[in-house]
C-alpha cells in the first residue's frame, strides 16, 4: 500500500525537456551514474519533490529545509522554507555554506565534489530504498566534518546509496551555516533585533531534524527512531546537540567519530571573536545591519584562513549563550536533558596523519624526544619516561609511529574517552567504545590509521573511496563489519551483530573497546599504562 504523502512518477518516460541536453549529462555526471533516472516523487510539508533512481535507490538531492539565510536572513534563526507548486526535481546537491578553502590532504580531497557554496544552503539530501512504503526504517542523520568552519555533506564518502541499499535504511545528510555564518556570536553586540543570533548552526541542524520527524515517513524512515551520526566536526555537533533542549526527542540514539565535545565557547570569548571580525570589516555594533548587507568574499576575507584551526583561533563554534546552550556539553558530567541516548564513540589509531605538514617520514630519537615534550609540554624527564612507557606496550614500534599515535591520543583521543567515561558514570544508557586500527596502503603506507579514514567503512564506500583505503580486498569484509555494527545499534541502541565478536558496554571499570581491524576484537582498557601515563601529564582541562 503506498503511503497517503508518496507517490510514484512515471520513471525515465517523464524526463522533460527541461531535463534534456547539457543539463542532464551535468546531472549524472555530477551524480556520478550515468543509468540513473527519475523516479518517485515525495509529497512533503512544502511541496512535492522526485528523486534520481539507481540500484534500487532513490536519492533525494539539495531538498530544502529552511529559507534562504541571505539579505536578512544573515546572522538570523533559520526561518521556515517557501512552499512551491508543482514539482521539484531533487537531483543535484544544494550549495554548500559559504567557506574558505580547508587545505585537505589530497586523499581526502578527491572526495570533495567542490558544490556551489552559498547563503540558500539549508539543504538535506535523502537516500532510501522504499519511499512512500509505508516501512518504518531506522532513519540515520549525518553531520559532516570539517569543524564547525568548512565542509558539506556532499562529499563522495558521504552518499549514502549504499548503506541504504545493504542495510533497509534511510539515510540523510545535512547542511547548514558554517565558520561566521553560523557561529559568530552577536547576541550580546547587536541589540533586540540579534538577541537571537547564537548558535545558529546548531539551530539550522535542529531544524533539519524537525524535517526529518515532519517528512521523513514519506521516505520510508522511522521519525521515532533517528540515529545522528558524525565525524571530526560532526561529532563534535552531535556531542553538542544532546546538550541543547531544542534538539530534544528529535534523535534517539548518538554516533561520535573521532570527536568530543567537552566544552563549548563562552560568551565572553565568542563577544571577543565577534568584536574583532567586526573590527576588521570596520563594522561597529550599533550598525551590524550593514553586515548583513557585505559581499560573501568580503566577510571570508575578513575571517582569513577557512580551516578549522583559523576558526577555532576566533571561537566560531557552539556557544554556551545559556538559553539554546544552557551548559557545557560534556563538562564537568554528561547532560542529564540527553540521558536517555545511548552513544556509540570511538576514534583512529593516528588521527594527526590527516592534517597538511604532518611528520610521515622517520625520525630519530632526539627529534621523538622534542617532539613528544612539545606536544605533551613534559620537561625531559616526563618525555623520557611517556616515550618508554609508549615503547614498553609496543615492543619495535618505530620512532614516528610512536609519535603520531601518542600526538593523537593527546588530542583526539582524549576528549573522545572523556566524553565516554561522563556518559558511563551516569548510568542511564549504554556507551560503546570503538578503535579504529585499519591502515590504508595509499601513499606508501605513510598515512596509517588518518583521521575520516573509518568513514568509506561506514557508509559500505570503500571502491568510491579508494583514494582514502587503496584497492585491497580486505576492506570489503572491514567495511561489512563496520557498517553492520551502525546499523545494528541504529536499529536498537547496541552494535552487536553476528560478524563482530561479542561487544560489551563500555564503563569506567572495565572499559571494554572494540578494536577494528582485519581482526576485529575487544579489549578491556587496551594500552591502559600509556593512557594513564599520558593523562597524569595532561588533566583535562
Not at 599515535?405 to 558511563?424: N, Y
Request: proline residues 6%; hydrophobic residues 40%; neutral net charge.
Amino acid at each position: 500500500m503506498m503511503h497517503r504523502r508518496a507517490f510514484i512518477g512515471s520513471g525515465a518516460m517523464a524526463i522533460s525537456s527541461a531535463l534534456a541536453g547539457t543539463r542532464w549529462s551535468r546531472i549524472l555526471a555530477a551524480v556520478g551514474n550515468a543509468k540513473a533516472a527519475p523516479g518517485p516523487t515525495v509529497e512533503t510539508t512544502a511541496g512535492n519533490v522526485r528523486a534520481l533512481v539507481d540500484g534500487g535507490i532513490a536519492a533525494f538531492r539539495g531538498i530544502p529545509y529552511g529559507a534562504s539565510t541571505a539579505g536578512a536572513g544573515r546572522f538570523m534563526p533559520p526561518a521556515n522554507v517557501q512552499p512551491w507548486t508543482g514539482v521539484r526535481d531533487a537531483f543535484e546537491l544544494g550549495p554548500r555554506s559559504p567557506q574558505s578553502p580547508a587545505g585537505l590532504i589530497p586523499e581526502f580531497a578527491a572526495m570533495d565534489r567542490t558544490e556551489p557554496m552559498g547563503e540558500d544552503c539549508l539543504c538535506l539530501n535523502i537516500w532510501t530504498p522504499g519511499p512512500g512504503s509505508g516501512r518504518k526504517r531506522p532513519t540515520m542523520v549525518w553531520l559532516h566534518g570539517g569543524g564547525y568552519s568548512t565542509g558539506s555533506a556532499g562529499f563522495i564518502c558521504y552518499d549514502g546509496a549504499n548503506l541504504a541499499r545493504k542495510h533497509d535504511v534511510v539515510v540523510v545528510g545535512v547542511n547548514h551555516r558554517l565558520n561566521m555564518f553560523g557561529y559568530l556570536y552577536l547576541a550580546e553586540l547587536g541589540g533586540e533585533k540579534y538577541a537571537q543570533s547564537s548558535n545558529l548552526g546548531m539551530l539550522d541542524i535542529i531544524a533539519a531534524l524537525e524535517w526529518v520527524r515532519d517528512n521523513v515517513a514519506a521516505f520510508g524512515g522511522d521519525p521515532g527512531n533517528v540515529t545522528l551520526f558524525g565525524q571530526s566536526g560532526g561529532g563534535g555537533k552531535v556531542s553538542t546537540l544532546m546538550a541543547m533542549p531544542s534538539a530534544q526527542g528529535l534523535f534517539h540514539r548518538a554516533i561520535v567519530e573521532s570527536a568530543s565535545a567537552l566544552k563549548g565557547v563562552s560568551r565572553n570569548d565568542a563577544t571577543d571573536s565577534a568584536e574583532k571580525l567586526l573590527a576588521k570589516l570596520g563594522i561597529k555594533s550599533g550598525d551590524l545591519d550593514r553586515a548583513q548587507r557585505l559581499p560573501i568574499d568580503q566577510l571570508l576575507a575578513a575571517m582569513g584562513e577557512g580551516g578549522p584551526a583559523g576558526n577555532q583561533a576566533l571561537r566560531l563554534a557552539p556557544v554556551v549563550d545559556g538559553r539554546t546552550l544552557p551548559k557545557d556539553p560534556f563538562d564537568p558530567v554528561a547532560p542529564e536533558i540527553s540521558s536517555n541516548i545511548p552513544l556509540l564513540i570511538g576514534s583512529v589509531e593516528t588521527e594527526v596523519t590527516f592534517f597538511p605538514g604532518q611528520q610521515l617520514d622517520p625520525i630519530d630519537d632526539a627529534t621523538l624526544h622534542r617532539k613528544v615534550k612539545e606536544t605533551v609540554h613534559a620537561d625531559d624527564a616526563q618525555a623520557d619516561r611517556l616515550i618508554a612507557v609508549y615503547r614498553k606496550g609496543r615492543p619495535g614500534i618505530t620512532d614516528t609511529d610512536l609519535y603520531l599515535i601518542l600526538a593523537s591520543d593527546a588530542s583526539f583521543r582524549r576528549g573522545v574517552l572523556t566524553e565516554a567515561e561522563r556518559k558511563a558514570a551516569a548510568a542511564k544508557a549504554a556507551v560503546y567504545m570503538y578503535y579504529f586500527t585499519w591502515r590504508t596502503p595509499v601513499r606508501g603506507g605513510k598515512l596509517r590509521s588518518f583521521h575520516t579514514l573509518e568513514i568509506p567503512f561506514v557508509f559500505e564506500n570503500v571502491d568510491l573511496a579508494k583514494s582514502m583505503t587503496g584497492s585491497g580486498t580486505d576492506r570489503y569484509a572491514l567495511s561489512d563489519k563496520i557498517s553492520s555494527a551502525w546499523v545494528a545499534f541504529a536499529r536498537s541502541g547496541n552494535p552487536n551483530h553476528k560478524g563482530l565478536p561479542r561487544w560489551p558496554a563500555f564503563n569506567n571499570t572495565q572499559r571494554a573497546t572494540m578494536i577494528l581491524n582485519n581482526e576485529c576484537k575487544v579489549a578491556n582498557d587496551p594500552n591502559g599504562e600509556e593512557r594513564k601515563t599520558l593523562y597524569s601529564l595532561q588533566p583535562v582541562s
